[in-house]
């Protein structure tokens, strides 16, 4: 079924489209806010699962809840276990992986997304300032 490519689902996808910080649908929304007053919480929630769903931007399900992407291609990301930032890492997908755990788990597995956890540069400056 085709929908119709409404004036607030392009606002909404071109604001993800601006975002490199994997933004939450909160800060999307608030983000729509400033373009459109009268934007309204559903519609941005909406547009954001229907964009999910045409293939337009992707959902990761990240700790701290769900955050959005605009690269729908397969990659890895790392998450800041302080301040929850994510970032985008240059590795390569590795489609082996959803064989294996296929094969140890008996699940059909038809992708993964893996975050790696640290420190961001930002909170480990400030960890160094706080302990001097």
């Known amino acids: 079924m ?4 409404t004036r ?3 606002l909404i996808l071109d604001i993800v489209r601006t975002m490199d910080d994997h933004p939450t649908a909160d800060e999307i929304f608030l983000a729509a ?4 007053p009268h934007i309204g919480r559903g519609t941005v929630y ?10 337009a931007i992707r ?11 605009w690269r729908t291609d397969e990659h890895t990301h790392v998450l800041c276990s302080s301040c929850g930032a994510i970032a985008d890492l240059p590795l390569p997908y590795d489609p082996a992986l959803d064989m294996k755990a296929a094969s140890a788990t008996g699940y059909e597995v038809h992708s993964h997304y893996t ?8 909170c480990r400056k400030r960890q160094a300032e706080d302990s001097r």
Do not use: M, W, Y
Request: aromatic share 8%; hydrophobic share 30%.
């Open 8 to 10: 607030q689902r392009k």
């Open 46 to 55: 909406r547009n954001l699962n229907l964009l999910v769903d045409e293939g």
């Open 59 to 69: 959902i990761l399900k990240a700790p701290g809840g769900s955050r959005f992407d």
């Open 115 to 122: 975050f790696f956890e640290g420190l961001c540069p930002t």
């Open 33 to 36: 806010r400033e373009h459109d």
């Open 2 to 5: 085709q929908r119709r490519n």
